[in-house]
Structure formats: structure tokens, C-alpha cells
């Protein structure tokens, strides 16, 4: 039996607030192979982003990750000293975020920002001519045009397409195993989103990273991912593969969200939405927490446990397949 790569199992991100406790992450559990790319998709606030930041232990203040364990490569990261996070953080596991804007720091040239992240993790000590020609061939690689003349160009000199595939540069500088992409296209037009897409398929087939593609919409998910979970409000609700949740999705929220997918072969008044709003982190919904927003919640939705519906690795929390 081969190991997955990467194996969350039961992990529970806390945060202590003084209006109470928000179970932000709650025992999810998740594996993802060498070469795979993973979808996590659900509404903000569902858990989707603390859980990539759970698995590089960059869990912000007052938050804490207070169970579970993610093995990397065989090793549980939750035991590892910080010094051994270091070496993986950007080395073995790296993250594209959201915003290219605010992550790259203006003062410094683009060139000498992808340049540090290899100086970070090279063995000794390269020089600096050597680092810049890694450099370059990493800034073409993402797309960047007439980069010998633009490595010593600052971020505002960019576009805001470009500065995306910086950051995707960036992350792929070490080589990593796995890139965790958390909404990378979030700030982007459609077009621009569809070329970061593709950008990020072609690093997939040429390096065999793993990819965890962190997405609101399951559009884009669609185009990249082998397998996608489900997140709401904290934990999984169905996963399965790219093709069993676009062609049988099983839970009611999972399907009330790929009813939201945007279309351009039909002509609609308004974008569908999923009534209702997500529940209060500090007081969720007993049961199911998704049962006051779901049209067939029935009384033995609102008590634990929800039945797990499980057809060969297509798994769903839901009273619907309870027989
Ligand atoms: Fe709806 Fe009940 Fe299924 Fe929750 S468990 S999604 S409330 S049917």
C-alpha cells in the first residue's frame, strides 16, 4: 500500500475568543497523493483557509490548533520544533495567497524578492549571480515577458496578473511537494483567472506537485482538481472526485452550491445564491450545521451523529442516505 503524501486526520483549529469558543476547523480529516490536486470549496468562514494555514502551523492569535495530526511525508507536523517547520515552510510546502498585492513588499525589486526565497533554503551559501539566473528562468517559466530587463522592476510596475504569477513563481522557487493555493485568483478578472489556472496545470504536469486549490468556486475547481472536500462551517460535509461531485453530488449543500456556478449557456435574471446565512461560529446549529438553511432537514438532523453515506471513497455527512 503506497502512503499518501499528505494525511490530515481529525484536525481541530480552535479560537479563544471572549465571546466564546469558534471551532473553526473540526475534525477534518483528509489525504492527498503525490501529484493530486485537492479542491477545498465552501462559503467564507467555512474553514477552508485555516485549514491550509493549520497545515504550515501559521494559525494566527487567539487561534490554536487543538487535536488531530498532519503527517507529512511520515513525519506528524504538529510534533516537529519550529526550526524543522522553517525548513518545510516554502522549502517542502508552499502558499500562494489570496492577495498578490499585499504580499509582495513594494520596496524591494521582484527580482531580489524570488532571489531571497532561494538564497532561504539553499545549502550553503550561492552566489548572488547564480540565485538571479534561477531567477530568471523561474520568472519565464510562469509567463513573464522580456524578464531580463524586468527582474530589477519593483511590484507596482506589474500588473496585477503578473504580480499573481510572481507569487506562483515564488512558491514553486524550492521545488516543493506540495503548493497551497488559497484563492489565487480571488483579485483577478475572468480572463487573468483562467490564465493562472492554466499556469498552475502545466507546473502540476511538469514538476508532479501536489496542488490543495483553495476555492470558493467550484468553476475553477473544476478545471484543476482531481478531488474536491466540501467544507461547511468547519468541517467536511462530501468528498469525492472531480467527477462525482459535478455529475452526483450527494449533500443538499453541495448541490445548492454548484447551482451557484456562474453560466454563460444560458440567460438568467439573477446569479443564484444558498439562502440564509452561515451560522454563528461561537453558537453553531446542533446536529447538522447546515440543517436550518437546508430545504429536507428533518428532526434526526439536528442531533449528532449525522450518518456518513460512504459508496467507495464518495463519502457525504447526511440523514438523507441513512437507511
Ligand atoms: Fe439536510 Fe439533514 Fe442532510 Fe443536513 S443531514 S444536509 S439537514 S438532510
Redesign the pocket.
Known sequence: MTHPLLDVRNLKTYFYLRRGVVKAVDGVSFRLNRGEALGIVGESGSGKTMTALSILRLVPYPGKIVGGEIIFKGRDLLKLTEKEMRHIRGKEISLIFQDPQNSLNPVFTVGWQVGEAIELHSEGKPLWDRIIEKVINILRGVGIPRVEDRVNDYPHEFSGGQKQRIMIGMSISNNPDIIIADEPTTALDVTIQAQIIDLLKDLRSRYNSSIILIAHNMGLVSELCDNVAVMYAGRI?EYGSIEEIFNDPL???TRMLLRCIPRTDIDVDKLESIPGEPPDPVNPPS??R??PR?P???E??KRDP??IENIDGHMA????YRR
Open positions: 460535509v449533500h443538499p449543500y446536529g447538522c447546515f440543517h437546508c429536507y432537514a428533518k434526526e438532523c449525522i450518518y455527512v447526511c440523514e438523507l
